[in-house]
């Protein structure tokens, strides 16, 4: 049976309301012997049930899987995983002929808080991000295959470093089932080596996937600058939309190399598009008013609420060079995947940059996640991914 976490009198009101976190602040005693990952019943001061969830060490004691009291077995994760797929089949990303890759499981967006799944082809990439899901993902794995309808066929785990930094736990990657297959898979008609063994997240960045098709729609004809190119995703969709000369830069070699195999996948031997390891802010010194279109997709400036005020600072300064560099009547793409950084304080932080720039900016669109990464309505921290698309005069 489960062992009982008590809250403290009044803090079962935001557990009403159904978010799905209670704080360590908000506890007022837990049942000896309970260990990390472990599912946890949860009462109010008052002695009624509220919640059921997987308790963990840290600022966020439980994350609540249930506010019925259920069984959390083989049958609970496969109904979850069961919802979520066909959700993905409602919005129609799975059975399309062009696309094969689409995130499964978007943590609290799916009802499963500290978990990640995102699907190419026939292969699944399985992330933990607390030590509760980490100890049932064999339990995952197998109602995932089955909630698929057998159409996934391998699942890599992938948590090495998206687990709690002192989880005493025992962790590495590798298939929990099924063996690697094919490392392509299609986004929107497109091809892409998705590096799932050793790359950042879980291989590829697909919550850019629709801001990736909007970019190509602006490129025809452009002179496309693509920085922090990663998996060169938003070169790719350049080079389709009809560009002049694609440019992708990133500080890391093995992104250098992985965007080239990318381009070559997709246009062979075309001579439009090059790629520079080379810092960020050095690379746009060197290259004022070469671009027409430029994105800039920064890695995350702030990961805890202590770094907010250094992240502004960050992402003022970069789309201060970028706006400097851009030419006259170009078009800027800047994003943030900052979950503390809100819409207001990045608006806030290119405001600051458009005016310290010097250069007249209307906002053509406020973009943000696609709908594979929901945002649970109880839930707005959510929210992580925005982004603006910028005419610079």
């Known amino acids: 049976m489960y062992k009982t976490l008590y809250l403290k009198k ?9 978010h799905p976190w209670i704080f360590s ?28 969830g997987m308790y963990q060490i840290g600022s966020i004691a439980v994350r609540v ?9 083989g ?17 129609g990303l799975i059975g399309r002929e062009n696309n094969n890759t689409f995130r499964l499981v978007h943590g609290e967006g799916d009802n499963l808080p500290g978990l990640v799944i ?63 297959g094919s490392d392509v898979a299609m986004e929107n008609g497109l091809n892409f080596h998705i590096d799932w063994l050793k790359g ?47 440019h992708s830069v990133d500080s890391s070699a093995k992104a250098i190399e992985l965007t080239n195999r990318n381009i070559a996948l997709n246009f062979p031997g075309d001579e439009r598009h090059a790629a520079f390891c080379e810092d960020a802010f050095k690379f746009l010194d060197a290259n004022d008013k070469t671009y027409d279109l430029i994105v800039l997709d920064p890695p995350a400036f702030a990961k805890h609420r202590a770094a907010l005020r250094n992240a502004l600072k960050g992402y ?10 851009i030419k006259p009547g170009g078009i800027l793409f800047t994003f943030s995947c900052s979950q503390i950084v809100t819409k207001e304080n990045f608006r806030n932080a290119v405001f600051t940059a458009a005016v310290q720039a010097n250069r007249k900016v209307r906002i053509l669109h406020q973009i943000h996640q696609p709908a594979d990464h929901p945002i649970n309505i109880y839930h707005p921290e959510g929210e992580y991914l925005k982004g603006l698309v910028l005419y610079v005069e």
Not at 10 to 18: A, H, Y
Not at 65 to 73: G, H, K
Not at 204 to 223: A, C, I, M, P, W
């Open 10 to 18: 009044g803090k079962e009101e935001s557990l009403k309301r159904f």
């Open 25 to 52: 602040g908000a506890v007022a005693e837990i049942e000896d012997g309970v260990e990390e990952g472990e599912i946890v019943r949860v009462f109010t001061s008052q002695g009624d049930f509220i919640a059921v």
């Open 65 to 73: 899987l249930s506010f019925r009291d259920v069984e959390i077995d």
């Open 75 to 91: 049958e609970f994760w496969f109904s979850r995983l069961r919802s979520a797929w066909q959700m993905r089949q409602a919005i």
């Open 118 to 180: 995102d699907c190419y082809g026939d292969t699944a990439v399985m992330q933990a991000h607390s030590v509760g899901m980490h100890l049932v993902r064999h339990e995952i794995c197998e109602a995932l295959v089955r909630a698929s309808e057998g159409e996934i066929k391998n699942v890599y785990y992938k948590s090495e470093t998206t687990l709690p930094f002192k989880a005493d736990v025992e962790h590495e990657n590798g298939f929990i089932y099924g063996s690697m």
């Open 200 to 246: 950042q997240k879980t291989g590829f960045f697909v919550d850019q996937r629709e801001n990736r098709h909007l970019l190509e729609t602006y490129s025809k004809g452009r002179s496309v600058l693509n920085m922090f190119c990663y998996t060169g995703g938003f070169s790719v969709y350049a080079m389709r939309g009809g560009a002049k000369l694609v």
């Open 316 to 325: 003022t300064r970069l789309n201060v060079k970028g706006l400097q560099r």
